[in-house]
């Protein structure tokens, strides 16, 4: 593991000074996910994530273990496939990072914003230094559980749920928030993810409306990024994102997010969930 | 069947109807959840304030017809947006191309990491090709290369090129191209460097 994050990081400063023809990159990450072929950094968060899950934790003293995914209390296996989804107990849609978050409240006692305190993990260089959830030798239980339920749903289908009301709500809020352009670029998702086979200098932007682009996109997160030497969710991706169009911050777990990733769920419908992956 | 049986049934029917058209939600409803969203899932950090998700016209336009832009509502908006474009009031439209290929190559500017007291780049390489030396351009917009070489720098281009930067939507409406001068993102003399780099002679755009 040490000499993963040693290469990781090996890799991280030279990426930046390579020729920067996009082909060499790409060979330069292939090359390097053969070498982690046989242990994925990733598998560091995970095993961690397994062990928070049976944690007892918070005023209460008590493990997640009953914490109902939507398959059931202490269902884990293929549950990340399935988010998000409709909890009549919130009565909210909700995707995994939203899910824990109530459950860290209502088992083990958090306060709501105790729950939400670190969503995003930072042991690396965080790449946003004064982004208030990341910083060195920051570990986030979030990230960490995150890590563990999604590999308990890899090599399954993409299939969220849109037939509750509320489901399919939050789809339709999804997709006008992907057309929603705003701000001083004009920037929605659509701008970036609208066209097929587009670049921002030499980083490939998927098609979020084409099912092959999206079911790619989707089922690589959350994934350990190597320029970063940090595991990242699919809510980091958004808020990542969102920063980029030149938004203001979007709230971690917030209904906004939660409405872009089950619109994204959606356009990934039937394809195999292979994460946690190695990215960029 | 009884005649005042029929009403309940047609309740009853209509109540099953109702649940089934329930699952997918009106535009309006949608409208409103997005309207909330907006509201309430983002916050104030830095200079990206909360009133950056406000849209002007153009915005709320573009957003509205994402699938297909209706002719009349295309023409609208580029009368509208060719009306906001100002010009240097020194006359002068080009500037130093060397200062341009550094403002081209900068991707900082508006996000809530960005110092606000720093001057924004064009992000120009993240979506066009522009100097041949350049490998890492992107191409959500058309190669660059050679701009000046294939159109020349006459008085009109010039004034196309120095337009096209300052408001890309007052001849594409809807552009995914930044209105770099219209939303204050980029000075009337960053333009003029911009449109030396696409212009001039010695441009390593033009080589």
């Known amino acids: 593991m040490r000499i993963d994050r040693v290469l990781a990081g090996v890799l991280a400063a030279t990426l930046p000074c390579l020729s920067p023809a996009q082909q060499d990159t790409q060979k330069e990450i292939e090359r390097y996910r053969q070498m982690l072929q046989e242990s994925n950094p990733a598998e560091l968060y995970e095993a961690r994530g397994e062990e928070l899950w049976k944690t007892r934790r918070g005023p209460r003293n008590a493990s997640l273990e009953r914490c109902d995914l939507g398959l059931g209390p202490g269902v884990v296996k293929g549950a990340y496939v399935r988010l998000p989804r409709y909890f009549a107990d919130t009565g909210r849609v909700q995707d995994l990072e939203s899910r824990l978050a109530t459950c860290m409240v209502t088992l083990q006692g958090f306060t709501p914003e105790e729950a939400r305190r670190k969503p995003f993990s930072g042991t690396g260089a965080p790449m946003i230094t004064t982004d208030p959830f990341s910083g060195v030798g920051q570990r986030s239980v979030m990230t960490d559980l995150v890590a563990w339920i999604a590999s308990e749903s890899r090599g399954m289908t993409i299939a969220p749920s849109v037939s509750h009301p509320k489901e399919r709500l939050a789809y339709q809020a999804g997709e006008r928030l992907f057309y929603y352009r705003a701000g001083p670029y004009d920037f929605g998702c659509v701008t970036c993810h609208g066209e097929e086979g587009k670049r921002i200098r030499l980083q490939n932007l998927p098609k979020m409306t084409n099912a092959k682009d999206a079911q790619r996109a989707f089922g690589t997160w959350p994934g350990y990024r190597v320029s970063e030497g940090e595991l990242r969710s699919m809510q980091w991706r958004m808020w990542e994102c969102v920063r980029q169009m030149r938004f203001p911050e979007l709230e971690f777990a917030s209904d906004a997010s939660i409405a872009l990733i089950t619109y994204l769920a959606k356009q990934a419908e039937g394809g195999t969930f292979d994460a946690p992956a190695i990215k960029r | ?207």
């Open chain 2, 1 to 207: 069947m009884q005649p005042k049986m029929i009403p309940a049934l047609a309740l009853a029917l209509c109540g099953i109807w109702v649940a089934g058209c329930a699952t997918r939600p009106s535009d309006s409803e949608t409208e409103r959840a997005v309207a909330e969203m907006i509201k309430a899932s983002f916050k104030t950090r830095g200079q990206a304030t909360v009133a950056r998700l406000n849209q002007d016209d153009a915005q709320a336009l573009c957003s509205k017809h994402a699938g297909e832009l209706p002719k009349d509502v295309s023409d609208g908006i580029e009368k509208a947006q060719q009306a906001t474009i100002r010009y240097p009031s020194s006359g002068k439209l080009t500037g130093d191309w060397r200062e341009g290929e550094r403002i081209a190559q900068s991707g900082v500017g508006k996000q809530f990491t960005d110092a606000p007291t720093r001057p924004a780049g064009g992000s120009c390489y993240n979506c066009h090709q522009l100097s041949k030396q350049e490998l890492s351009f992107g191409t959500i917009g058309p190669s660059l290369y050679q701009f000046g070489k294939q159109r020349g720098a006459s008085e009109a281009i010039q004034k196309y090129t120095y337009g096209k930067i300052y408001n890309s939507q007052a001849s594409t409406a809807c552009s995914n191209m930044p209105r770099f001068g219209h939303n204050g993102v980029l000075t009337e003399e960053q333009i003029t460097h911009l449109v030396a780099l696409l212009l001039d002679h010695d441009s390593p755009v033009n080589k």
